[in-house]
T-cell receptor
Framework: TQLLEQSPQFLSIQEGENLTVYCNSS?????LQWYRQEPGEGPVLLVT?????EVKKLKRLTFQFGDARKDSSLHITAAQPGDTGLYLC?????????FGAGTTVTVRA | GAVVSQHPSWVICKSGTSVKIECRSL??????MFWYRQFPKQSLMLMAT?????????EQGVEKDKFLINHASLTLSTLTVTSAHPEDSSFYIC????????FGSGTRLTVV
């Protein structure tokens, strides 16, 4: 099993501030995925990063895949209360995903 | 496309009874389905991998006789929690894969 470590575990910020969530591993991944999960619901895919050094932007969200494909980060600019949720990184082979422990993000209005 | 439906969304059962959870891929045929368990404030832990027409592959530490998985067709997999106990209370999530991977909305199981 490939282990993914996420940090921080919890993040509480004021609306309008920026935040970064990190996902690290000692293993190399062919791709990493980021999900957001609301309470009582399944995770929803935000992005898949495939190429080392890749940067993907999704509106106010910026995802980066490390050059060595062992780590990734999620940066949210000007966070809004609607960004509140559990952010999970995941990776694995053949869709058999290992998930990080998750980062609970709370954006206060 | 790639919609996965889970049923029921929540269930309460008495200790000692069995509960069946269904996972359906609505608009695609899933080669493989995965079952996860998620305890409060924790991440998703893979329980088993299910391929249509063959026995499920369970992750280490998951009791196959307690968590029965049946993948009878390319659109349906079921997870049966047998002789449920309060410690089995959790959020169970399935995902289905063909060329894409999609997650169900989860089933909240509470054993009383």
């Amino acid at each position: 099993t490939q282990l993914l470590e996420q940090s921080p575990q919890f993040l509480s910020i004021q609306e309008g501030e920026n935040l970064t969530v990190y996902c690290n591993s000692s293993s190399v991944f062919s791709s990493l995925q980021w999900y957001r999960q609301e309470p009582g619901e399944g995770p929803v895919l935000l992005v898949t990063v495939v190429t080392g050094g890749e940067v993907k932007k999704l509106k106010r969200l910026t995802f980066q895949f490390g050059d060595a494909r062992k780590d990734s980060s999620l940066h949210i600019t000007a966070a809004q209360p609607g960004d509140t949720g559990l952010y999970l990184c995941a990776g694995g082979d053949d869709y058999k995903l290992s998930f990080g422990a998750g980062t609970t993000v709370t954006v206060r209005a | 496309g790639a919609v996965v439906s889970q049923h029921p969304s929540w269930v309460i059962c008495k200790s000692g009874t069995s509960v069946k959870i269904e996972c359906r891929s609505l608009d695609f045929q899933a080669t493989t389905m995965f079952w996860y368990r998620q305890f409060p404030k924790q991440s998703l832990m893979l329980m088993a991998t299910s391929n249509e027409g063959s026995k499920a592959t369970y992750e280490q530490g998951v009791e196959k006789d307690k968590f029965l998985i049946n993948h009878a067709s390319l659109t349906l997999s079921t997870l049966t929690v047998t002789s449920a106990h309060p410690e089995d209370s959790s959020f169970y999530i399935c995902s289905a894969q063909r060329q894409l991977l999609a997650f169900g909305s989860g089933t909240r199981l509470t054993v009383v």
